[in-house]
């Protein structure tokens, strides 16, 4: 078992100390580890050990890799990405090779590759330039438990891209609806009959999203309504998601990315999704919500 030393001590080498290998990323030690740690005998001769060095890599991969970040929309306004990196294993095992045979002990510096965001300036640019698709709900906004929830789960989706013939899930998206997240209890449709539940509200954001990608021709590919009328959205038009059951997920079906923007705010629940200028799309004609305020629905009302 490989042993990992967390410090940012420097621990210098003396003449009874074990000879060690300290591995630094941006100039700052990360793990100091024993060359001992890797030994293993084969006809007398010390080899690294295979197993405790994959481990040992793999460990080591976790805490070197910063994951890059995508460009996003504040207010219409672009947030450039940033770019992360990961440890570069081949060269890493190189200088690892090199220092791991010579006596007394040494400092590396880890070795990375840059990673990319998947969505930068440019493509956001150019894919928030066509409104392909938009629906509105309403809320009671004195709700504040609800109101809170739909605001979370909107803002999970919110800038989100899916590129040509990928597929969106809903539930893969925004995460399970916990109180660690943030989401507070409110009534909720379990089999029919209204309880309370953590993430209460959530199915209004999915049934928005739904109506807007279906406006904009994505292809639904999987959505289930509740087993009760709700009042946001017409009959038929909603879309129930839970974490241990049903989904909300389509598929982009056009040659280009689209994007998502959802915001929830004063009642107003509302869902944008944008292409490209040169999209082929085919819009699809759904009906409105009802801009009446729904009535609102508390345990113990029936």
Known sequence: ??????????VCSTA???ETIA???????????PKSEFHSSIFDEIIVEDQAYKAFLNNLENIITKQPRNAYLDNYQINPGKNGYKLDKFEFQRQFLAYYYKSGSYRLEAPKLTLYPRIDSELLDSIRQKSIGLYITYFNSRNNQRSHNIRLAAEAINNHVVFPGETFSFNN????????????????????ELTEG???GICQVSSTLFNAADQAGMTI?????HSKQVPYVPPGRDATVSWYGPDFTFVNPYNQPILIQARASNGSMVVSIYSSPEVHAKPRTIPD??????KEITIGSR
Do not use: C, D, W
């Open 221 to 225: 590919v999987q959505r289930y309504s």
């Open 16 to 18: 009874t100390s074990p």
């Open 173 to 192: 998206v925004v995460g399970m609806r916990t109180t660690e997240r943030g989401y507070l209890p409110a009534p909720v449709i379990v089999k029919g």
């Open 23 to 33: 591995i630094t990323n941006e100039g700052k030690i990360v793990t100091i580890i």
């Open 1 to 10: 078992m490989v042993h990992l030393f967390f410090s940012l001590l420097l």
């Open 289 to 294: 919500a009802p801009e009446e305020l729904p």
């Open 198 to 200: 953590i993430g209460g």
